[in-house]
């Protein structure tokens, strides 16, 4: 499965994007898993209030079923416009 | 017709419209976003970043396009995102809606650019001066004119 993080969570996480095997039953699920990565990973996650995913694109809760998605990606609240 | 894209590059604002407006064009509303020089608090701002999350952002445009021309019974609509490093100045965001009378025109173009702030995957990071960089939050007016337009109801013919 494939990980995305955007804006002020890829600085701090300090990535763009990582492969991980799929197991996790939803997003919260995939964010504890996350966290034990690396200290940049848990203080990205420290604060879930400020956080927001899209599993293959679509926008959801932390708490939508994974199910088989090839793709996550983890963002802070959108700022466009 | 419908026009969205999200690119890296200047666009022509004048060009933009000219395509928009067809022959049954009565009125075209525009919003044209611009960098600040300023942050929030007066400070100065060396330039501010746009960061989007590739074919998600386009779709997500798209359906704001189609929802907003579905409500207010537009002729055409555009929505142009600049991404990237942008310094003041520059024009960030067009939003334009061509419909038969002014009040769709104008009422779309306001409804797509409220969405814009929050309901597309975009991220804003001020550049200081000194180099550094802030990531932005929504602000709650922002968030307050976005949830507004699902309390009202869409405009009739």
Known sequence: ?81 | MRRVLVTSAPFDSGAELARLAGPDTGGTGCFIGTVRATDARGAPLAALHLEHYPGVTEAAMSRLADEAAARFGLLGVTIIHRVGRLAPGTAIVLAAAAAAHRAPALDATRFMADQLKTAIPLWKAEERPDGGKDWLAPTAADEAAARNWLETRPAQG
């Not at chain 1, 990980?3 to 996790?24: H, I, K, N, Q």
């Not at chain 1, 203080?43 to 939508?64: H, K, M, S």
């Open chain 1, 1 to 81: 499965m494939r990980v995305l993080y955007f804006a002020w969570l890829r600085e701090t996480v300090g990535l763009a994007e990582e492969m991980l095997a799929p197991g996790a039953a939803t997003p919260r699920a995939l964010v504890e898993i996350l966290r034990a990565r690396s200290a940049g990973h848990d203080a990205a996650f420290a604060d879930l209030t400020r956080l927001r995913c899209a599993v293959d694109g679509a926008i959801c809760p932390l708490d939508a079923p994974l199910g088989e998605a090839r793709e996550i990606a983890f963002f802070p609240p959108f700022t466009g416009g």
